[in-house]
């Protein structure tokens, strides 16, 4: 029987990238655990694609830190701790100043305009999903992104943007998991200090209130695992697996 005909080169790209966005999200999203086997036949099956789409969405994710690639065992969801939390604070402390700073000198009426508008847009959202207070709502999180993006958008220098960029993707697992607790801490007002900080163009006071920010977040996550005895950190409540592009996921073939 003849071989199928290959797909062509855009496609084969369109599902790849589409197949990294995926995981990508589960991985963020903890739907996919810290330090869970990633088993290429069965990402293929339930995801309905090559393999070349799925180790090639593996790679990129590795590349990124969110994947770990062992030599004969396959990938694996990078795990997180209370030690790489420390350790990604401090990055993330050094890295959102250094922008925040550079943003506030750069600064102009369009940067102005969209910091407000993306703290008007988060501000009216609860934080936990509505009807389950241990999830993170997905619009605040996705508003909250856009929000600390807003806040250093005028920043001058790309690369600086591009790791601040990877640093805040890898905080978004452990932002998750301090939502059980979110009621210690008016999120709100922290948002809206660092803002009127940032539009009076105080960046001394701005940086200071944003590492308090940062490192609010870090001290609920370790606070939490201390007294859960988790100091590997899983997430406290395993979310129901989504399908690709809303499909229901297939067991794989034995």
């Keep these: 029987m003849p071989n199928p005909t290959p797909s062509p ?16 999200a589960d991985i963020l999203a903890c739907r996919l655990r810290p330090g869970a086997r990633l088993k290429i036949n069965e990402l293929c099956a339930a995801l309905e694609v090559s393999l070349g789409a799925v180790r090639e969405a593996l790679s990129r994710l590795s590349a990124e830190g969110l994947v770990v690639a062992e030599a004969q065992k396959g990938f694996q969801v990078a795990p997180i701790s209370v030690a790489d939390l420390e350790d990604l604070t401090e990055a993330r402390i050094e890295i959102e100043t250094l922008c925040l700073r550079r943003a506030i000198a750069a600064r102009t009426l369009d940067w102005e305009s969209g910091l407000v508008a993306a703290f008007h847009r988060l501000s009216p959202l609860p934080t936990r999903t509505p009807g389950d207070e241990r999830r993170l709502n997905e619009d605040w999180a996705r508003a909250h992104a856009d929000y600390h993006l807003a806040l250093v958008a005028a920043c001058d220098s790309l690369w600086l943007l591009r790791v601040r960029a990877t640093l805040y993707a890898q905080s978004e697992r452990y932002r998750r998991l301090s939502t059980p607790v979110t009621e210690r801490r008016d999120a709100n007002t922290e948002h809206r ?19 308090s920010h940062l490192l609010t977040t870090k001290d609920l996550v370790r606070d939490l695992a201390e007294r859960t005895g988790q100091q590997k950190l899983l997430p406290l409540a395993r979310p129901r697996a989504r399908g690709f592009r809303g499909r229901k996921r297939k067991p794989a073939k034995a």
């Design 9 to 24: 080169p855009q496609e084969t790209k369109s599902r790849t990238e589409a197949v990294y966005f995926h995981l990508r």
């Design 193 to 211: 200090d660092i803002m009127q900080a940032a539009l009076a163009g105080d960046a001394r006071k701005a940086c200071a209130l944003l590492t």
